[in-house]
């Protein structure tokens, strides 16, 4: 008996092996998986497979016109191919200061984060979100459900219709997607959000699509020590309770800036990263040498929110500083969502004022920090896909 099965278990698994030993390469996404050393993680990446830098706002190809009937159902594209899907990567984790997929290979997602969603709510909708999937090549979105000014607090079940409408709709794409709860003062929330992400962790636990981002931007007046981790500590501990492993992002003092300071004292739990938020008009190196003491204390970061312009999302795009960004977040293989899918009159939005809120943007739709967020998106995707 025992030497029939093993038989049978040798011919059921050679093929397998025999394969694997066939195609595996160092460095290819079916590579074994890294030891968990964190120092070999703080290293950068080696620059072997750089992210060709856009070709610039007047070179941006025309957006694929809409189809003739507008409202797609997204069958027509074939989300399996695309390098961001979940279908490749699974189930994202952290290995010292990366974040890897189930293949144990470090994994950088390009995507783009909605707006508040009680001021741009027109916009979460999955029409969007294949727009976003399709043409624009994102990997991943992140949902700005808003607490303050209206928002969850307010209305609760709005919202959250809101934030499961995307989240649905990510899914259905194979996008990874974020759950954030766009707060500036979460801490004195910890209540309502607990009750939020344990509803979401019943939700979608079980789909490998999702991260937790439990506090957008912490303010000024906030200290990591006293407000912001035990505040995450409690929400952490929700999540956890029902959903063991899906990563939970959380921010840092001075608008999700302080990542020094969070890395000195992390949270003592499994698949935390730490979001990181710039704009690329406000910051430059003195934030990216912030964040190289994070990861050098072997803290993974997740970009949650970026925009080309200023901190303020008004400003000139700033294309020279963008690039820096991008530079910095390729060698590290951080990944990052473009603040935001709006059309509000100001320079962080992808599209102009009145453009449609289901997608299908044509080309003088897009505003020019739209344009350059798309290029740069596009980029990362075409690099990944050829690794
Ligand atoms: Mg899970």
Known sequence: METKFSRLLLT??????????ATWKPGSKDAPAP????????KPSAPAAPVPAPSGIANVPAAVLPPAAAGTTGSEI?????????????????????????HGMPVSLAGNSFYWS?????FYNADVVKWLKLDWKAAVIRVAMGIEGG????????????????VDAAIAADMYVVIDWHDHHAHLHAAQAVAFFQEMARRYGQYSNVMYEIYNEPVQNTTWHDDVKPYAEKVVAAIRAIDP??????????????????????????????????????????????????????????VTEWGTCNADGKGDVDEVSTREWMDFLQQWGISHCNWSVSDKDETASIVKPGSSSRGYWVESELTPSGRLAREW?????????AR
């Open 118 to 122: 009680q001021w741009q709510g027109a």
């Open 245 to 302: 492993d899906n990563i939970i992002i959380v921010g840092s003092p001075n608008w999700s800036q302080d990542v020094d300071v969070a890395a000195d004292d992390p949270i003592r739990a499994k698949n935390i990263a730490y979001s990181l938020h710039f704009y690329a008009g406000t910051h430059k190196q003195w934030l990216r040498d912030k964040a190289l003491k994070a990861l050098q204390k072997g803290l993974p970061l997740f």
């Open 377 to 385: 998106m596009r980029s990362w995707a075409a690099a990944a896909d």
């Open 151 to 166: 928002g969850y607090l307010e209305h609760p079940q709005e919202e959250q219709a809101r934030v499961c409408v995307l």
């Open 78 to 102: 074939d989300f399996a191919t695309s390098y961001g899907s979940v279908k490749r990567h699974g189930l994202l984790y952290t290995a010292g200061n990366r974040i890897v997929g189930e």
């Open 12 to 21: 059921l698994c050679l093929p397998f092996f025999v394969a694997s030993c």
């Open 35 to 42: 030891t968990e050393s964190r120092a070999a993680d703080i």
